[in-house]
């Protein structure tokens, strides 16, 4: 408001020169500081997308966590987002942070980037939407939400350098597209990215200044380069502000995290010298201090206009069966009747060792996780349990177990000082004089306290084999490090640091190992120490991993569960080395031998579901092998409830893809994450995805958009005309989308209009998205999706004028259920002066 505004001018005429730079630079990993001149509170930041961790990476600080972002794009359902981002905001609120650093607007232009979980969606338009619903969510909640990462950060691979070159059309339409659409919805906060983009990087890029601040044109006025109007602050990704001329020349708000930085050490004598306005400055204190305001840091607390939400973890599992997505339902295997399934051979690591979330930055710990095979056990019980004939639910894992060292857990280890469950982490001065001491609940320390004269950090722990036989024992981490075993020295050495890569350094460093010949049951002490040299991180881990197991007796013992089972679950997924944060991934084959587990269980039972447990694509081999397939992606900690609902019909499978799935990697036609020389060329432009995919003439294994209910639907006619706005002007298009439920039961449908235009002068996709609607009926009924397209999808971006134009001439709309499956097509034209015309509705062959 005007008023907000002229005391802000005013608060900002009290500070001196001083007193504007200390507030560009966070006081800490994750607060700014306070100025009590002012009555400015410090803000508190936290990750992440699906959790709010809080202040500090403390496993005993517990958080919700929600299904990846990812599975919330597969919803395509913004109300449903929405509710989400109030809940965050609520976990925000208790937690006591103000801004949360999400949502991130990145696409998935390539299967094989590593952080596809932390990211909706291969398309603009379904990336907008759905970031648009988690920004309202989360600031009704009265917290500011910050979109991320600012711009072209769409893969992981020396993600801090790399210069992504990227053409301005390109740009404008697609990987810009989103990061518009959350500033006309009022996002508070955006977040500048690590890597350059055409030769820039980016916390010191013009695109900060132009379009994202540049001022909105005047409707019906657009001067050439028009800007978005954002008046909120710009915060570096953690470390990236990495000069200071350049940076702080730009429209980098905030550098984060401090107290060191560029900006700390010099960018008070660069404003003495006459190198940095102070105008400058100022603008970027005024959005510091509007932030604070507006999430009650500054003057009085707003009015918070969400109601805290209740029943926290119904809605986190209703969010699960919302995005968990049915590729394949052969015989109509699913819905399984509890009547037919008294025996249930459940199947794969995962069942047990779910990955709820991605790894990295925004990881958060759960108070609790339902597994899959927790939420199958439970949803048999309750439907057959007062039965004579009670469900029966095996288990194995048909793969040895995983060799790689896992943290330690406190099911098999405890604390030597006071026999609780988890181990024990002293802090020691440099002469191992104890300084700190505190129980922890796992072997990964990723922040230990931050004591005075702390030399060492220790991790000791009582740890009980589950079996006998030669152990891995691992400590992560950096630096000097040790690790003991009963006394014994089993590693002594010192590992420079080689990466400066934030997730690397300071929440997964790798793991030095060591062998030990243990024996079940018998208890032994293991130590691990970590000497805290600057500029070796924090983090400290202490892991295991058992003796390797025996391959062909763990599948055969698989088999014969299968085959003795009426139905056979096998839930199969990504690891934290193949899908995480910090690096791309090299294939989207599952690991360990997890395709072939898949091909003899339904060789095995024909009555075969398989759960795919990953944040983004992997390839399916054997997936005409099964009848039913099921995408669960990283589906939070109401993972096991929610994914019963659906196996069982409680609840419809309410996902679509949010991005394309191909058969194989050698299929997809955009993979290259690699830098060469630094450089990562955009060379396909707006095409990628399924645009990708239909440019090439390739069919993937299963379309963007594709995803099965639990009923059949017919689609039956469309039409379009030209939408309206408030005042009567021209809107867009609004389509008509006539459709029948023709199956046994009630069902949703999510309706997508994709654009098409052959006679063209302007390179444009075979077709886009260019909107989607849901509906839902009953079985027999009809029902009618009403699909709105904005002006901006008949539009192009011209780099001539270096604005929005509509070519003139005639567009063909169709509409289906997937980028593959669009049996409804009509024409609309777009005339050079004059208002639009539109054809009739007709068939169209694309089946």
Known sequence: ??????????????????????????????????????????????????????????????????????????SWDEELVRELGGLLAAEARRKGVQVLLAPTLNLHRSPLGGRH???????????????????????????????????ANDAETDRLRVDVGVAERTLRELYLAPFEAAVDAGVWAVMSAYNKVNGITMSASPLLEWPLKGD??????????????????????????????GSARSGQDLAMPGPESPWAAGLLDAVAAGLIDEARIDDKVRRLLRLARRVGALGPVPPIHADPPTGQRALL????????????????????????SRRVAVIGPHATAVRIQGGGSAEVFPSAVVTPLAGIEAALDEAVGGSDRPAEVTYTPGLPPYTRPRPLDPAWTRDPRDGEPG?????????????????????RIVEPARIAGAVTVEIRALVRPTE???????????????????????????????????????????????????????????????????GTGIATLLAAAPPPGDAVTALATAVAAARAADVAVVVVGTTEESESEGRDRESLALPDGQDALVRAVARANPRTVVLVNSGGPVALPWHRDVPALLLAWFPGQEAGHGLADVLFGRAEPGGRLPTTWALAQEDVPVLDTRPRDGRLPYDEGIHIGHRAWLRAGREPAYWFGHGLGYTTWAYEGMEAAPATVAGGSAGGVEVRVRLRNTGPRGGREVVQVYVARTDTAVDRPVRALAGYAAVEAGPGEEAVATVRLAARALAHWSTVRRRWETEP????????????????????????????TTGPSMESALR
Request: proline share 7%; glycine share 12%; hydrophobic share 40%.
């Open 1 to 74: 408001m005007a008023e907000d505004e002229t005391e802000t001018e005013r608060l900002l005429e009290k500070l001196d020169i001083g007193q504007k730079v200390r507030l560009l630079t966070g006081a800490s990993n994750w607060r700014t500081y306070d100025e009590p001149a002012v009555g400015l509170r410090p803000l508190t930041m936290s990750d992440g997308p699906a959790g709010v961790r809080g202040d500090a990476w403390d496993e005993r600080q517990t958080s919700l966590v929600l299904p990846s972002p990812t599975a919330l794009a597969a």
């Open 423 to 443: 181990v024990l982490v002293r802090l020691l001065d440099a002469g191992g004089a104890e300084l700190h001491a505190e129980h922890r609940l796992s072997g």
């Open 809 to 836: 001439g005639e567009f063909t709309l169709l509409a289906g259920s997937s980028a593959g499956e669009l049996p409804l097509r009509t024409t609309l034209t777009v005339p050079a002066t004059g208002p639009l």
């Open 216 to 245: 909105r044109p005047l409707k019906g006025n657009g001067p050439p380069q028009d800007g978005w109007g954002f008046d909120g602050l710009v915060v570096s990704d953690w470390g990236a502000v990495r000069s200071l001329l």
């Open 117 to 151: 979980f932390e990211c909706f969606s291969e398309d603009p338009l379904l990336t907008a939407r759905t970031g648009v619903a988690f920004v309202t969510g989360v600031q009704e909640g009265g917290v500011a939400a910050t979109a991320k990462h600012f711009v």
């Open 317 to 340: 599992r209703r969010a699960v069966a919302a995005g968990t997505v049915l590729l394949r339902n052969e015989g109509d295997v699913l819905p399984l009747d509890p009547a037919r």
């Open 468 to 534: 006998s036989g030669s152990w891995t024992l691992g400590v992560g981490g950096w630096g000097l490090i040790s690790l003991s075993v009963d006394g014994r020295t089993l590693l002594s050495d010192e590992f420079p640091l080689d990466s400066d890569d934030p997730t690397r350094v300071h929440v997964s460093p790798p793991y030095r190992c060591a062998e030990a010949e243990l024996t079940e049951g018998v208890e032994v002490e293991v130590v691990a120490r970590r000497r805290l040299d600057p």
